[in-house]
């Protein structure tokens, strides 16, 4: 399948723009409804693209611009966190994030996911703790869905088209990133064996402006990040 791409065509200033301009985009065409998303098995999360409940455990490793080794471990929770969306309990899935570099944990953040109806995985904020030497320094970047944003983040939209535009985070005054599907149809090698029909997402941060690139491959999740001057890669789930 050939690869259809968007690269080059929009530069980040004018996705940021435009994206600030149409307000939060839900997956799909067109702006979010304004009854918002339905729930009704949130953490049956099969979206083709990011299929969280699949695995227990995902391990991505590679290397920063300044050649640390660098891992990510995200493993599922034994639990959920309740969410009111629309004056209903929503279940969301927690998924604890531990990231470290070299030996040393640095981060460690549970983060909340649930899968609505039409097949768009939202995410629902994160508790995040920042650690040096072993101690929690900070907890900067947190957020919640309900008290910190009345804006349901989009981790995956259902069907990704390209360059459809949604954000993974909404949270004026702590985070706001905005999303492009950028590249359809590629072709990957994940541990030795080639993947058709991955994607790749451009993910732009504010207020930092730091522009990151995932490639996601089906029934995997992401396999491969970018983020500025550094490289991460799948290495494994089980």
């Excluded at 990011?50 to 640390?68: I, M, S, Y």
């Excluded at 919640?144 to 390209?162: C, E, H, N, S």
């Excluded at 451009?202 to 690139?213: C, I, L, N, T």
Aim: glycine residues 12%; contains cysteine; proline residues 5%.
């Amino acid at each position: 399948m050939p690869i259809t791409t968007l690269r080059g065509a929009v530069t980040a200033a004018a996705l940021t723009a435009a994206t600030l301009a149409g307000g939060v985009l839900a997956a799909g065409s067109g702006a979010q409804a304004p009854s918002g998303p339905t729930f009704s098995n949130p953490g049956k999360i099969d979206n083709l693209y990011l299929p969280l409940t699949k695995f227990e455990r995902c391990v991505l490793r590679g290397v920063a611009e300044d050649g640390t080794r660098e891992r990510s471990v995200k493993t599922l929770q034994p639990y959920t966190k309740a969410f009111d969306v629309g004056g209903k309990q929503v279940n969301a899935i927690v998924i604890r994030d531990n990231a470290f570099e070299g030996d040393a944990l640095v981060e460690s953040t549970l983060d909340y996911f649930g899968q609505a109806d039409d097949g768009t995985v939202h995410y629902f904020g994160e508790d995040v703790r920042n650690i040096k030497r072993g101690k929690v320094v900070d907890t900067k970047g947190t957020w919640l869905y309900g008290r910190d944003t009345d804006r349901l983040g989009v981790a995956m939209p259902a069907k990704p088209q390209l360059g459809q535009q949604f954000r993974f985070e909404d949270v004026p005054g702590i985070t706001v990133e905005s999303d492009r599907v950028e590249e359809l149809g590629l072709r990957a090698k994940v541990q030795g064996r080639i993947v058709t029909d991955a994607i790749r997402i451009q993910e732009f941060v504010q207020p930092e402006g730091d522009v990151e690139y995932k490639t996601y491959a089906p029934g995997l999740g992401v396999i491969d990040e970018y983020p500025p001057g550094g490289h991460v890669s799948f290495a494994g789930c089980r």
